[in-house]
């Protein structure tokens, strides 16, 4: 705005802080990923002494209330997640709490960005739809996806975002992400319906204990009496707290427990069902209920394994990698600092960043080994920006960047789906340039169902249908696959049933069943297992294998 020859920036308006002596009485209120990471992300911060709670699952209710108290022309992700925590506030004003207790006694906490994404904007919608909606001063906490694991202020704030927060962040996005792939990848094969349900629903029990009563590790008294006061005691608290992360088994005994609970469900793995694969807009692909039209219970209705992604870490991971391009694209450009400077600065950038993806590589692998080793581990971001190349320049970072053409591409290739599903919100501007991109990609690679929809607070009978004709060429394709490798075998589908019947473990979730190259479906690679299980028996009467 300029007035007179002045300029006059546009700048945040100042916001009542949440501090140090508030935390007894201040809940702080999260939500917007799955309800699985919810939970969890909340037990965590809870583990660290706050108050805390995730937000109800997002409903077409909340998008109704966002559209009366917000602006006009923004995507679905925002309608829904702004609509559901006013709706929260609103709630407890009706329950008969005063608006001014609300808003004295709650702090909302969320991510932010920044790009061309409307996501960057979402925390001044937040604070217009409650002001809208009566609630001015309510607090928006906002820590940035780009600014690293240690963003604590150094002063007495009311949430410390330090290493302990981000620790225990990446810890519960960890659990949920595993969680949540396992949970999809085994729900459509239950003999007793809603046992997986069950088992998720103790799994997430046990898990938010653990995470709700985990201390963070402390500097021993010994380096603490020695380092104390000096430049090098943030640097080897530092140190310490990841080597304590890296050592401490506590979260794979966690997760081992819940495997043993999931074991306890029966699975019939012979059914054949297509594996849609889905990807698309961060949000859009991962919440689950009206925000994307129910997909993911709907495609197991129509008989499909949902095979989802690990949404966090899978995004940590493409957002280390960027930092480590972006690096070195600005290699050479000194900065005015001299060339053996610059050259340190960027070699020890490079390395921190590679050893932070080694880390969170293994942290996963962890944890997939803990549940029996049954799932697919992290795509490496490499070879999906080498899938991509061809059609996405990676320096069109907003959104999900190259990930949805190569993740397409990378799913069927490697024979892990019959079809991908890519959600994203109506008018979604970064998804609706990779989908133009997809027709090429499909064109490229010979036999790949892909299809897009988007998702609003409407159409979802248009949606479904439209998925409904892709699902019967991917029907078709998992049952012709699965006669092709019984034309194959020497025993025939009784056989193979009635050997799966006589050995229990072969219809356990955590049996590790092999994955036979061109081979997609559960059922197709069990019966190449068995098969050869069958054709060991001789051998192993005479003593032939052990």
């Not at 700048?11 to 009485?25: A, G, K, L, S």
């Not at 990848?185 to 239950?190: D, M, P, T």
């Not at 320049?393 to 990378?410: D, F, K, P, Q």
């Not at 473990?505 to 068995?530: E, F, K």
Request: proline fraction near 3%; include cysteine.
């Amino acid at each position: 705005m300029q007035t007179r020859g002045h300029i006059q920036h546009f700048r945040r308006p100042r916001e009542r802080t949440f501090t140090q002596d508030q935390r007894p009485h201040t809940t702080i209120l999260l939500g917007g990923l799955s309800p699985r990471h919810d939970r969890l992300v909340a037990a965590s911060v809870r583990g660290l002494g706050y108050r805390c709670r995730a937000l109800p699952n997002v409903s077409r209710e909340s998008y109704e209330i966002a559209r009366e108290f917000g602006n006009n022309g923004f995507c679905n992700p925002n309608y829904f997640t702004v609509g559901n925590l006013v709706k929260y506030v609103l709630d407890r004003e009706a329950a008969g709490m005063s608006r001014r207790e609300i808003i004295d006694s709650h702090v909302f906490l969320t991510a932010s960005s920044c790009g061309t994404c409307r996501f960057g904007m979402y925390e001044s919608e937040y604070r217009l739809a409650l002001s809208n909606a009566g609630f001015d001063g309510f607090r928006i906490l906002v820590f940035g996806t780009d600014d690293g694991i240690d963003q604590s202020t150094g002063q007495k704030a009311g949430l410390d975002m330090n290493l302990d927060f981000f620790l225990g962040l990446i810890n519960a996005f960890n659990f949920a992400d595993v969680l949540n792939q396992f949970h999809y990848q085994i729900r459509g094969y239950e003999v007793e319906l809603g046992s997986v349900d069950a088992a998720t629903e103790d799994a997430l029990v046990h898990l938010e204990h653990f995470l709700e009563t985990r201390a963070p590790d402390e500097p021993t008294a010994s380096r603490a009496r020695g380092l104390a006061g000096t430049p090098l005691e943030s640097k080897v608290t530092f140190l310490e707290k990841i080597l304590h992360q890296l050592l401490d088994d506590e979260g794979v005994r966690a997760m081992e427990a819940v495997r043993h609970r999931y074991d306890e469900v029966e699975l019939d793995p012979f059914q054949v069902k297509p594996v849609v694969k889905i990807i698309g807009e961060f949000w859009a692909q991962n919440t689950e209920g009206d925000g994307n039209f129910n997909i993911h219970r709907f495609l197991e209705d129509e008989g499909a394994e949902v095979f989802v992604v690990r949404a966090l870490f899978t995004r940590l991971m493409y957002l280390l990698h960027m930092h480590k391009q972006a690096a070195k694209d600005r290699k050479g450009l000194t900065d005015g600092r001299s060339r053996l400077g610059h050259y340190y600065a960027y070699y020890r950038k490079r390395a921190l960043l590679t050893l932070a993806e080694r880390i969170l590589q293994r942290e996963n692998r962890r944890l997939l080994e803990a549940m029996g080793g049954v799932q697919h581990e992290l795509a490496d971001q490499y070879e999906l920006a080498r899938l991509a190349e061809p059609y996405w320049n990676w320096r069109t970072c907003s959104g999900e960047s190259h990930l949805e053409v190569a993740e397409n591409i990378y799913y069927h290739t490697h024979d892990l789906c019959h079809m991908v599903l890519s959600v994203k919100p109506f008018g979604c501007m970064p998804s609706t340039q990779s989908d133009g991109v997809q027709i090429r990609v499909v064109e490229d690679h010979h036999g790949m169902t892909f299809i897009p929809i988007e998702t609003s607070g409407d159409s979802e009978v248009i949606a479904h249908s439209r998925i409904q004709m892709a699902l019967g060429g991917a029907r078709q394709r998992a049952r012709k696959e699965f006669a092709d490798v019984l034309d194959g075998c020497r025993w025939s589908l009784g056989d193979m049933r009635a050997y799966a019947a006589d050995h229990p473990r072969l219809r356990r979730p955590s049996y590790r069943i092999p994955h036979t190259p061109g081979v997609v479906g559960r059922a197709a690679n069990l019966a190449l297992h068995v098969n050869e299980l069958l054709e060991a028996r001789p051998a192993v009467a005479s003593g032939g294998i052990t």
